[in-house]
T-cell receptor, first 114, second 115 residues
C-alpha cells in the first residue's frame, strides 16, 4: 500500500489566496521529505528539501517566502503556496526518505489557480 | 550525481518484453542506478535499483553492464497498465540502497504499450 500520503489530490483556488498541501509518511518516520513541482509535459523539478525541526533548503530559483515549508513532525511536512497566481498552477509532489528503502512519493496535488 | 541518457519514447506490444535502455557513462563507483516510473497524473513509483549486479523483483529486472556505463530495465510481459514515463536515475546510495538524498529526474522514456 501507499507509504506516503498527500492531501489534497487536487485544489482550485483564486488568485491571491494561499493553499496548503500536506505530505504524510504512513507508519514510518521521515526526517527528510522533498517537494517537487511538475509542469505539463515536463519532468519533476525539485523545489526544496524539508528537514524535521529545521528550516527547509530551497533549490535555486525557488522563492522561500512564496513556498513555505513546515516539517513540524517526523510524519508530516506541509507546503503552503502563498498569494498564489495562475503561473503557480502545477502538479506538486512530495516524497519521503525511509530507512533502508528507496525514496517513496506521494500521488501528487494538482493545483489550479484561477 | 551522474547524468543519464534515455530514448525519449518507445513502443511495445502487450505481452512482449519491454527493454528500456539507459546510458550513464560517468557513473561513479558508489552510485546506484534507480528506476522509477510515472503513470499519468500520479506520483513516481519505485521499480528497482542496483549497484553492479543484475537485480530482479516482482515488477522488473535490471541488467547493468559490467563496466556500469549502461543499464536496461526489462518488463518481462508488458501490459497496457505499464504505459508510463520511465526514469533512470543515478545517485549515491548508502549500504542497502537507502536513498536519503534527493533524486534528480531527467526527461525519461515514454513507454507506450499497445494491444
Amino acid at each position: 500500500g501507499a507509504v506516503v500520503s498527500q492531501h489534497p489530490s487536487w485544489v482550485i483556488c483564486k488568485s491571491g489566496t494561499s493553499v496548503k498541501i500536506e505530505c504524510r509518511s504512513l507508519d514510518f518516520q521521515a526526517t527528510t521529505m522533498f517537494w517537487y513541482r511538475q509542469f505539463p509535459k515536463q519532468s519533476l523539478m525539485l523545489m526544496a528539501t524539508s528537514n524535521e525541526g529545521s528550516k527547509a533548503t530551497y533549490e535555486q530559483g525557488v522563492e522561500k517566502d512564496k513556498f513555505l515549508i513546515n516539517h513540524a513532525s517526523l510524519t508530516l511536512s506541509t507546503l503552503t503556496v502563498t498569494s498564489a497566481h495562475p503561473e503557480d498552477s502545477s502538479f506538486y509532489i512530495c516524497s519521503a526518505a525511509r530507512v533502508n528503502s528507496p525514496l517513496h512519493f506521494g500521488n501528487g496535488t494538482r493545483l489550479t489557480v484561477t | 550525481d551522474a547524468k543519464t541518457t534515455q530514448p525519449p519514447s518507445m513502443d511495445c506490444a502487450e505481452g512482449r518484453a519491454a527493454n528500456l535502455p539507459c546510458n550513464h557513462s560517468t557513473i561513479s563507483g558508489n552510485e546506484y542506478v534507480y528506476w522509477y516510473r510515472q503513470i499519468h497524473s500520479q506520483g513516481p513509483q519505485y521499480i528497482i535499483h542496483g549497484l553492479k549486479n543484475n537485480e530482479t523483483n516482482e515488477m522488473a529486472s535490471l541488467i547493468i553492464t559490467e563496466d556500469r556505463k549502461s543499464s536496461t530495465l526489462i518488463l518481462p510481459h508488458a501490459t497496457l497498465r505499464d504505459t508510463a514515463v520511465y526514469y533512470c536515475i543515478v545517485r549515491v546510495g548508502l549500504a542497502g540502497g537507502t536513498s536519503y538524498g534527493k533524486l534528480t529526474f531527467g526527461q525519461g522514456t515514454i513507454l507506450t504499450v499497445h494491444p
